[in-house]
């Protein structure tokens, strides 16, 4: 078949690519393919009963498919350019903001009226952070929660399935460029062509991502990856933070390496989850606007940044490695009270039972200092001092700590200011490039690179 357009890659950066070629050129003709399922069909097979692990599917639920990893994410999206990528490196600060603006409106008017938008703009909390060592980054943020983000997007899909050719449980093999603006891609049971390519293959896809830059000759470049853990506290703790701002991305730098040390992912009320990438096992989180899901702890991510220099280059193998050791003590993810870190020892489920911050997850209770490195350790708790000036309570001896928590950057793949490869017609957006981090980021990256495709075409 030849198409207009084929996007690869069903998450958000893929998504808001097809909903604005159908807003500006309903008339071309557009595939969209997933290595995952369609939103329904994707279900995860851990129940804590029958399976309480990671059973390795051939396609994993939670990552791939329609909605890509933010399908079942908290559905935050950030209006900033302060963190969550580097796409206005590439298209200009103002417009990146004007996009991620667009972004939130099509989330609005597809089921996200009536969630609430959090500023830190004037806060009282950023003279408060200062003055404990701590930078409270600039930042609006809807909240969409895990519930509505859902209905969000099947909203989307409604919309665009009669739009675009959408082939789920069909992983790309290949990709080969038959002329400029002329691609075929091939699958395991077919292939087609398109003057256009569009590839948005998420945190997922990195590895193939890699192995496409490869074959193609397309210049990449990585350094990146960031360590940690999840922290859960009770809600109260945060709660004069969290009620004004929902999400705060406060950073620390530490008087012993002078690394920085970043809040990440905050869930106000939610739940400490796993998170499986290519088989390992991390610890992520969630939260919900349903109060019914509501629960009584807050959790959110404390994450170091290692950059790599010569010779080595493999940032996320480090990473991975680090993940790999948790799983091997742990059997997945470990919990450990705080006092117990700071006193030497592993925590045991008695401990755990016997604390007052009632954990969220069903993690192996055992030791963090046995998995991550001192320096990153170190940072950490080094934050969680700070922190406890902002937030008395957040060092108690009962904080849970769940590790690890990774975030692996891709690659970063060389692209123009179009976010087009050396390849022309052919884009690289959202995570899978390196430029974005974020669901608001990838999601921007996708509008704009549909309008240009909508134009050029
Ligand atoms: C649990 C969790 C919670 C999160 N919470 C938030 C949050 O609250 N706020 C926020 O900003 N960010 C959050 N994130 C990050 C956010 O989900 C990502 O930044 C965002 O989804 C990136 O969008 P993307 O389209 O680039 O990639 P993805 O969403 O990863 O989508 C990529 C898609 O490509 C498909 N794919 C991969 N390889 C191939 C191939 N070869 N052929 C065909 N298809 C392929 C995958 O199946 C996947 O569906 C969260 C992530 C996780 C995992």
Not at 52 to 68: D, L, V
Not at 163 to 169: G, M, R, S, T, V
Not at 186 to 210: A, F
Not at 329 to 358: A, C, H, M, P, Y
Request: net charge negative; hydrophobic share 35%; glycine share 10%.
């Amino acid at each position: 078949m030849k198409y207009d357009v084929i996007i690869i890659g069903a998450g958000p950066g893929g998504i808001f690519s097809a909903y604005e070629l159908m807003k500006n050129r309903p008339d071309m003709k557009v595939a969209v393919f997933d290595a995952g399922n369609s939103l329904e069909k994707r279900k995860c097979p851990i129940d804590g009963d029958k399976v309480k692990s990671c059973i390795k599917c051939k396609t994993c639920a939670i990552m791939n498919g329609f909605g890509g990893a933010g399908a079942f994410s908290d559905g935050k999206y950030n209006i900033t350019n302060d963190f969550g990528g580097t796409l206005y490196e590439y298209i200009g600060k103002d417009k990146a903001l004007e996009l991620m603006k667009y972004v939130d409106e099509i989330n609005v008017s597809h089921g996200g009226a009536g969630t609430r938008m959090f500023s830190t703009a004037g806060s009282e909390f950023k003279k408060l952070c200062m003055q404990n060592k701590l930078t409270l980054l600039d930042a609006s943020v809807r909240h969409l929660g895990t519930d509505i983000n859902y209905v969000v997007l099947e909203n989307l899909y409604a919309e665009l399935k009669d739009y675009a050719d959408f082939k789920f449980l069909t992983p790309i093999r290949k990709i080969e460029k038959l002329g400029d603006e002329h691609y075929k891609v091939i699958y395991d049971d077919g292939e087609d062509e398109c003057t256009n390519l569009i590839v948005s293959v998420g945190r997922s896809g990195s590895k193939w991502m890699e192995s496409v830059c490869e074959d193609m000759g397309i210049p990449t470049s990585s350094n990146r990856v960031d360590l940690g853990v999840r922290v859960e506290i009770p809600a109260v703790i945060f709660s004069h933070l969290t009620d004004k701002l929902y999400e705060s991305k406060i950073v620390y730098r530490t008087t012993k390496f002078e690394d920085n040390v970043r809040t990440f992912c905050m869930n106000p009320n939610g739940i400490v989850v796993n998170e499986n990438t290519n088989g390992i096992v991390t610890v992520n989180g969630h939260s919900f606007e349903d109060a019914d899901k509501k629960t009584d702890n807050t959790n959110f991510a404390l994450l170091v940044s290692k950059h790599f220099s010569e010779p080595f280059k493999d940032s996320n193998g480090y990473g991975e490695s680090i993940a790999k050791l948790s799983n091997m003590l742990g059997g997945g993810v470990i919990v450990q009270r705080f006092g117990d870190l700071e006193r030497g020892r592993r925590s045991n489920g008695k401990r755990i039972e016997e604390g007052t911050v009632r954990p969220t997850l069903a993690a192996t209770p055992g030791d963090l200092s046995l998995v991550l490195p001192k320096r990153v350790l170190d940072g950490i708790i080094e934050m969680i001092y700070a922190l406890d000036k902002i937030a008395p309570g957040t060092a108690n001896d009962d904080t849970l700590l769940y590790g690890v928590e990774v975030k692996f950057y891709n690659m970063e793949v060389s692209l123009d200011n179009n976010l087009e490869s050396v390849h022309k017609g052919m884009y690289i957006i959202g995570d899978g490039s390196g430029v974005t981090h974020s669901l608001s980021h990838a999601s921007a990256s996708g509008v704009y690179v549909a309008r240009r495709v909508a134009k050029n075409l």
